[in-house]
């Protein structure tokens, strides 16, 4: 695509879905400049840095302070490794056939442990700390250990209302399927629904995403039509999001696309504003809140529902370690 045809929002809306799936954009100068010098080039001083550690809002504000820069390039330690001519989230999306990022160790398929930070070739999955220190796991952990961290986990959701015990374990399930969902073919939809307002259905859903992503969960809304909510959930999955929450769903949920992902490895997604298809993997994990929140058609079988209910002791639910989880 020609720079005159490129727009701060097309160029925005790139360098965001690159940073989102695990990758650091570079602002490149345009091809006007690149043929008055050695080629296309990051004209910001210090770009190996900035580049390195830059967050969304940052990102967002090099369109209008580097115009000159029509291009996008990814950082490959201190070189600008790829050139990105393309301008939609589409292409940016497919280049996660090269990796994925996880911000913490994970379980691989065959169910050995990923905790070494960098790209995990068996895997395809890149493990970036941003930093941070993960204490060092046991490749063969013992029962005592296991029940250790369960009971962390009981803990850090002991004060939800779950109505059973069984409600309690799917709340258990959400979290830990979401911290290997990338290694998993398939996963069910967890819903959390509840008879009023204000029992915690989005906060549970909250805990889970700065668990996998040190941030809370991006929503999006269920739409008046399925339609409407395939368009909303497309883009979510061609943007490579970890996790999407469906919130405050109204209206029964299900639709085939929705359904699809939960059963399928990768799917075709129509591109917005676009006669093509993207094909994408299924990999996010899925989440739906709401008040008495029901379930049609195939979504039935392809999703396990919690239920909290802000008049029930949770002195009922939470007893001893040896206690079904």
């Known amino acids: 695509m020609s720079d005159t045809s490129t727009s701060i929002d097309d160029l925005t809306n790139l360098r965001l879905a690159l940073h989102r799936n695990g990758y650091r954009p570079v602002p490149v100068s345009g091809v006007h400049l690149a043929m008055k010098s050695a080629g296309k080039r990051p004209l910001m001083k210090g770009w190996e840095t900035i580049c390195a550690g830059a967050n969304e809002t940052e990102i967002r504000r090099w369109g209008r302070a580097q115009r000159n820069c029509t291009n996008t390039g990814l950082l490959c330690g201190t070189l600008v490794g790829v050139d990105i001519d393309l301008l939609d989230e589409t292409h940016a999306k497919q280049l996660t056939d090269l990796a994925s990022e996880m911000l913490g160790p994970t379980l691989r398929p065959d169910g050995s442990i990923l905790d070494l930070p960098g790209y995990d070739v068996q895997t395809g999955l890149l493990f970036d700390s941003q930093g941070d220190k993960f204490p060092a796991l046991q490749f063969d952990p013992s029962r005592d250990t296991a029940l250790s961290a369960l009971g962390f986990l009981r803990d850090l959701i002991s004060t939800f209302p779950f109505v059973t015990p069984a409600d309690r374990s799917e709340a258990l399930s959400a979290i830990l399927t979401t911290l290997i969902r990338r290694s998993l073919p398939t996963a069910p939809l967890h819903a959390f629904n509840a008879p009023t307002a204000g029992t915690g259905k989005s906060m549970l859903v909250d805990i889970t995403s700065l668990i996998a992503t040190n941030r809370p969960a991006p929503v999006i809304a269920q739409g008046k039509s399925e339609e409407e909510m395939e368009k909303r959930l497309g883009a979510a999955l061609i943007a490579g999001d970890v996790l999407i929450a469906i919130d405050n769903c109204d209206d029964p949920l299900g639709g085939k696309l929705l359904c ?39 979504m039935t079988r392809r999703a396990i529902r919690a239920t909290l209910d802000a008049g029930v002791s949770s002195d009922l639910n939470y007893g001893p370690l040896s206690a079904t989880p």
């Open 260 to 298: 699809q992902a939960m059963a399928q490895t990768s799917l075709k997604v129509r591109i917005l504003g676009k006669s093509m298809n993207a094909e994408v993997p299924s990999s996010a994990a899925i989440f739906a809140t709401g008040n008495n929140l029901t379930l049609e058609g195939d």
